[in-house]
C-alpha cells in the first residue's frame, strides 16, 4: 500500500505498482500552496506576494502582505497588471510572419487577463528540491517598456528542466509588478507623496518576499540572480543603484539582456501627463488630485490612460524618473559617481535594437530636415550645433545603418536605417557602454554579449527582443544563464565549453552569438564608440524627457 500525506488528508493507493502523481505543496506561514507536477518540476503561480494595490492602495508603495493563511491553489498565472492595448508584442505590420514567428518562439500563448490585483509571482523547482537543498534562485523580471508584461509570456520550466539536466539545478522565480500609469506616474504630487516608481517598488517587495520565502521552496536567498530584458534589464541596472549601489542581500548576480541604465528625468518633468490624467478622470477640482484617482473606477481610469498614451501632445507619458528616494539622480550621474552594486553580471545586446523602435515613425521620418526635427523632440534643449554633429555621427548613408551590415538591403525609407542605428544606440547600446565604462575598472567579474542572431530578417535583422530564443528557447546562452546563477560564471568547465572572456577596458572582448556553422565569435565591443560617447555626453546633463 501506498500512503502520501497532505495537510488534513491522507490518501490510500489500494492498486499494486500503480503510482498517481500527487500534487505538490509547500507551507508558507499557516497556509499551504498547492501547485502542479510538470515534467521534472514543481510549479507554483499565481502567489500573491504583496496586499492587492486596490482601492486606497492604489497608487501607493506595495504593502507588506500579512502571514498566509488557509489554503491556496497555485496552479495558473496571476492576473495581468493594468496595461493599454494588446498583451502579446504586435509585431505583424512591421516585419511580417517571419518575424512573428521568432517572437512567438518565445512568447508562449498564454493569454491572462488583467487586474489592478496582479501584485502575484511564480516558483518553479526541480520536483527533486527538498528544505535542505539550498539552489540558486534565479528572479525573472519582464520588459514591455514598463508600458506592458507579463509573467505568462516566458515560461521558466524549460530553463529549470535545462538546469537538471546540466547537474546545475535553479529555482526559477518571476514576477508581476504594476507598469504604465499604474506603477510609473508621474509628477510634483506624485514625487511629494512618495509614490513614484511604484513598478521598482513592486520589483523590491518581491525580492524581499523571496528573502523571506524562498528557503521554504528549496531556495538559498543568499544565491539570487536577477535576470531580465528589455525593460526588465533596465530595471535591473537601476536596482543596482538603489542604496548608493548596495544591494542589500536582495541579490547578488545580474543577468541583463538589452537593458542598461538610462537617462531619466525628474518625475516632476511628466507633470503635464499627470495634469491630463486628472483632467480625463474628472479630478481637476478636488483638494488632493491624487486621493481622487484612487477613487475613480478603473474603467474610468484605464480609459484615460489610453486616451493620453494616443494623444500627440504628451510625449512619454508614463515611465520611471527621478524620483529623489529611490532613484535619488539621473542614472547615468549616479553610474559615474560610482554608485552601482559592486557584483558580477552579464551585460549585452542585439545588433538591430534600434529597427523596432524606428519602425512606427519612419514614414514621418523621411528627409534629413525631418531626421533633424526628430532628434530635436528627442532631446529637448539641444542646441543646432550639437543636432548637427548627432547628424554626422549617424549619417544618412544607408550602408552605415541599421540593419547594420546588410549594404543597401532594409532601407524602406531614405531615412529608416539611421533612424534605427541612433535609436538603438540612444535607448539601449550606450547606457550599457557607459555602465561598463565606469563599472569595470574595479569589478572584474563583468561578461558582455552581442547578438547578431537572424540577420536575415527582412527589414529588422537583428532585432531587439530576437536574443530571447537563445535564453529562453534553448540555446547557449540558457545554459550561460544557469551556470552563471550557480557559480557567478557562464563558463562551463569541460574541455570543449567556450570560454567567454572577462569584459576589461583594455581588452573590451565580446562574446558574439553568430547564425551559420560558427555558432560563437569572440569580438570587440568598440563599435560606433565616439557616438555612443558623444550620446552620453548629451543625455548625462540633459535626460530624455
Known sequence: MYTQAIPGLIIFLAYVGEVIAVPPTVQLDSGTFMGALSGSTHRFLGVPYAKPPVGDLRYRLPQTIPPYTGSYDATNYGSNCIQPGTNTPNILDIAGSVAQGIVNTVFGPVIQGESEDCLTLNVIRPATATLSSNLPVLLWIYGGAFQSGSTSFTDGGPVVERSITLGSPVIYVSINYRVNAFGFLGGSEVKAAGVGNLGFQDQREAMRWVQKYISQFGGDPTKVTLWGQSAGAISISLQMLVNGGNPAGLFRGAFMESGGPIPLSDLTDSQESYDALVAGTGCSSASDTLACLRTVPLATLKTAVNNIGASSSVVNSF?????????????????????????????????????????????????DADFRTYVKGAYPGLTDAQIDQIAIMYPSDITQGSPFDTGILNAITPQYKRLAALLGDAILQAPRRWMLQNTVAT????????????????????????????????????????RFANTLNPNGQGLVDFQWPRYTLQSRQTLTYLDGFIPLAISQDTYRQDAMNYLTSITVVNPVV
Open 319 to 367: 515611465g520611471p524618473g527621478v524620483d529623489g528616494s529611490l532613484i535619488t539622480d539621473n542614472p547615468q550621474v549616479l553610474v559615474q559617481q560610482g554608485m552601482v552594486a559592486n557584483i558580477p553580471y552579464v551585460t549585452g545586446n542585439c545588433d538591430d535594437e534600434g529597427t523596432l523602435f524606428a519602425l512606427p515613425v519612419a514614414n514621418n521620418v523621411i528627409t
Open 443 to 482: 569589478n572584474p567579474n563583468v561578461w558582455v554579449f552581442l547578438s547578431k542572431r537572424f540577420k536575415l530578417l527582412p527589414v529588422v535583422g537583428s532585432m531587439h527582443s530576437s536574443d530571447l530564443v537563445n535564453s529562453y528557447g534553448g540555446g547557449e546562452m540558457q545554459d550561460q544563464v544557469i
